[in-house]
């Protein structure tokens, strides 16, 4: 094996707006229970973004505490890749904003828009400038304000979602070209555009000139997540070269805690081994995942060196998976 760049990430941060919605608050607003949400999916609270608030606001403090987690400074930043679908303004994108909130120097920023496969697919991205040497230090940050994106008379939707961020940094590191080494070791990205009309936003800039309201055919969602996350999360394990049995921890994007054991079982894995925080965030789309990364280091489970598989399905049909060694 020879020596190779690896994108590794050094530091992990999240934030999370004040503001908790209960299954009781929401069963004020419409037709439904705390005991139906907790047992469809596992949600007992979201949080949810102050008015006159914006995406790139969450998207800051989580790159902020993330960037004090690695020791490093915005001053070292040259390359921000914000995923989210919800930003504060149709353009520019948020990963601009984020640069000049931190002010950070003249670099590389941009946002990538895979709905909840947003991690993923940035992480991902961003491994295509590290690991060549075109960035000494990135920020990957997952943010959204899902909740300004809801139906409050759809029942079927707007008990799901909720808004945060979370951010990691990304530095080249010289490895060996083993699975021993720290950095993102391999992943499988997928989308499927025909299967648009599942789950979509009925607005945009070029058609309605609204932003629109989600809308999910939940089920049928359900049933393409549980099926294709499992071929992705193989396929990525497969790039890394690793066996599922060596993953420690299995980090999905957070939906519905029922589609999280549906892969788990489908997969033959542990469900002692899969972080699960969505029933304290509800799906943060592309937030879920380093919102989950973050918690399971700050209770202590997470632990440098460890292997990670990270797993999302989202709109478009967008969803991949990627293997980490922290
Ligand atoms: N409270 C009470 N009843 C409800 C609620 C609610 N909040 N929502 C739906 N119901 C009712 C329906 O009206 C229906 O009633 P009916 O039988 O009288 O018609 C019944 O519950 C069953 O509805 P289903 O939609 O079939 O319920 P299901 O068990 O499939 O659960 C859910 C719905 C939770 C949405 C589930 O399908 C799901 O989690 N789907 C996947 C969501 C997902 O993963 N999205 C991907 C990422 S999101 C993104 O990319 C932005």
New binding site residues.
């Given amino acids: 094996m020879s020596n190779l760049i690896r994108s590794v990430v050094t530091g992990v941060g999240a934030y999370l707006p004040e503001d908790v919605v209960t299954n009781a608050d929401l069963a004020k607003v ?4 705390d005991e ?2 907790v047992e ?2 596992g949600i007992r609270q979201r949080h949810r973004i102050a008015s006159g608030h914006g995406v790139s606001d969450l998207a800051t403090e989580a790159a902020r505490r993330a960037l004090a987690a690695a020791g490093r400074t915005p001053a070292d930043v040259d390359l921000i890749i914000v995923g989210t ?1 919800t930003p504060d303004l149709t353009f520019p994108a948020v990963a601009t904003m984020v640069q000049r909130k931190l002010g950070c120097p003249i670099g590389i920023a941009f946002d990538v828009q895979a ?2 496969s947003g991690f993923v697919y940035a992480l991902s991205t961003a491994d295509g400038f590290v690991a060549r040497n075109r960035s000494k230090c990135a920020l990957v940050i997952g943010a959204e304000a ?1 909740t300004r994106l809801m139906d409050w008379t759809d ?3 707007c ?2 979602f909720g808004d945060g961020a979370g951010a990691v940094v990304v530095e080249p590191r010289e490895g060996q070209g083993t699975t021993d080494d720290r950095g993102l070791l391999g992943f499988a990205l997928r989308a499927d555009g025909t299967k648009q009309d599942l ?1 979509y936003v009925d607005g945009g800039v070029s058609t309605t000139g609204e932003v629109g309201k ?1 809308r ?1 055919q ?2 049928q ?2 049933r393409h ?1 549980v099926v294709n996350i499992s071929e992705a999360v193989v396929a990525a394990a497969a790039d890394a070269g690793v066996a599922l049995s060596d993953v420690d921890w299995f980090i999905p ?1 957070q ?2 805690q ?2 999280l054991q549906g892969v788990a079982h489908r997969l033959g894995i542990d469900e002692a081994k899969v972080i699960s925080t969505v029933a304290l965030h509800a ?1 943060t ?1 592309a937030a879920s995942i380093p919102l989950a990364l973050n918690q399971g280091i700050a209770d202590g489970r997470i632990k440098p060196g460890q292997l990670i598989l990270m797993e999302a ?3 478009g049909l967008t969803w991949g998976a990627c293997v980490l060694r922290l």
């Fill in positions: 419409v037709d439904t229970t139906w949400i469809r999916t679908t709905v909840c899902m029942r079927g939707t008990v799901l789950l989600l999910m939940g089920n969602v359900f997540a994007h939906a519905n029922r589609i799906n789309s399905m989202g709109g």
